[in-house]
């Protein structure tokens, strides 16, 4: 079975507030995090990645925190918009091992106006 | 400045047929990840390519599928004598140096199998 898993499938957030995705991951190997969005109809669009040398890392409106100790990766869009409603997964690899990615099963993130 | 390109965006096809699916990677990428994507689930890995090699082909199945990334033309995935259960959508993505950097997705190939 999959190693990256998601704890909701459904995320309800006003617009403006800010969004938390969480996701866990089982492979204490894994080193390599990433968050994808993918909209209706279309591929999966890279978010941000991590490292597991680091345990937060910003973007544009967008932070991932990375808890090795429990395994948990989380996603904080901040001001949410409209346009942020998508699919999002987690997805996880072991660069040493030039292995697959091992994506999640996403959580649906819904805009409530 | 050109992403990740599929075609065909849709492809239908009826039982024991086979279906050609082409992605061309990202200007400067040679390396190829193939994904399958049930309705509301996740995307499972296929295989991985690079230029004339197959990297990875754990998550294909034994029969019926097949990869090809060629010195010159695109990546082919090909499936033959589909089934009803083939029908998805196939996502391909590249990236520049491997699997340790982030893969740049195409917008997929929805098949269909009446």
């Known amino acids: 079975g999959e190693s990256v898993g998601l704890h909701l499938p459904t995320l309800s957030v006003q617009e403006g507030d800010n969004s938390i995705i969480n996701c866990a991951y089982s492979n204490s190997a894994s080193d390599y995090f990433i968050w994808y969005k993918q909209e209706s109809g279309k591929g999966p669009q890279f978010i941000i990645d991590i490292r597991s040398n680091m345990d937060k890392r910003q973007g544009q409106r967008v932070t991932v925190l990375l808890n090795k100790t429990v395994k948990h990766l989380s996603l904080q869009i901040a001001a949410t918009q409209p346009g942020d409603s998508a699919v999002y997964f987690c997805a996880e690899n072991n660069m040493n091992r030039d292995d697959k990615i091992i994506f999640g099963k996403g959580t649906r993130l819904h805009i409530l106006p | 400045n050109a992403g990740v390109m599929q075609n065909p965006r849709h492809l239908v096809r009826r039982r024991g047929q086979e279906a050609r699916l082409r992605c061309s990677p990202m200007k400067g990428h040679s390396h190829v990840y193939w994904y399958r994507q049930l309705p509301e689930e996740g995307l499972k890995f296929m295989v991985y390519l690079q230029k004339e090699n197959i990297i990875d082909e754990s998550g294909m199945p034994k029969e019926r599928f097949s990869a090809e990334f060629p010195k010159e033309g695109p990546s082919i995935l090909r499936i033959q004598q589909v089934v009803r259960g083939d029908s998805a959508a196939y996502f391909c993505?590249?990236?520049?140096?491997?699997?340790?950097?982030?893969?740049?997705f195409g917008d997929g190939t929805r098949l269909s199998i009446l």
């Open positions: 993505a590249s990236s520049r140096y491997g699997s340790n950097q982030p893969q740049h």
